[in-house]
């Protein structure tokens, strides 16, 4: 720091709000990788210590967003905001389907391109869930998949290979209709697209 060895000990306002807001145990902490070794200690040891009780049951700690090989961050001016989206004609769900294929540890980059084909590959997911729809009548019959994609976001929330299956199921020529509308409407409830 530049105050001498060591990391400054900070946001105390952290701890502090998590414990007035949601309690002393968090079920969920999130964050990104770069505070796991400094600032989610800290967290850890002035709630921990204040408590005496564990703060938080799970740790998520997601890799960094890149542009050109830099970490996106609004200190170094390389964000972007929905609007943009919307600007270059694509739909914001599109950099939902961009995020959901790639796990939330592995870094991402982005690029108009690749979020052009994220928004291309969901214009087609729809187009697919209107037809199995009006064929299935709008009724869906359980599944194998559908205990699948709920068990791959069970295992570290493997958001790809939900995704992956969901083409695959869509894809299957074995499934009935309703049981691909069935996992269109599970997948539906664990990706929101």
């Not at 850890?44 to 740790?59: F, V």
């Not at 009724?139 to 290979?161: C, F, G």
Request: hydrophobic share 40%.
């Amino acid at each position: 720091s530049p105050w001498g060895m060591g990391n400054p000990g900070w946001s105390i306002e952290c701890s502090a709000m998590a414990k007035a807001l949601l309690g002393e145990t968090l079920d969920i902490h999130t964050g990104g990788e770069d505070h796991i070794s400094v600032h989610h200690n800290n967290e850890i040891a002035q709630s921990e210590g204040s408590s005496g009780k564990p703060l938080a049951r799970y740790w998520l700690h997601n890799a960094f967003l890149t542009i050109a090989g830099e970490k996106v961050s609004k200190s170094l001016g390389n964000t972007y905001v929905l609007a943009d989206v919307l600007l270059k004609g694509m739909h914001p769900l599109a950099l939902r389907y961009l995020f959901l294929q790639a796990h939330y540890r592995t870094p991402l980059s982005f690029t108009w391109e690749t979020l052009a084909g994220a928004n291309e590959a969901l214009s087609r997911l729809w187009e697919h869930a209107r037809i199995i729809r009006k064929d299935s009548g709008g009724n869906s019959t359980p599944s194998r998949t559908q205990a699948q994609l709920l068990m791959h976001m069970r295992d570290d929330l493997a958001s790809p290979r939900v995704v992956a299956r969901l083409w695959e199921t869509i894809q299957d020529k074995d499934l009935s209709q309703k049981e691909k509308w069935g996992v269109l409407v599970c997948a539906e409830s664990v990706l929101g697209l």
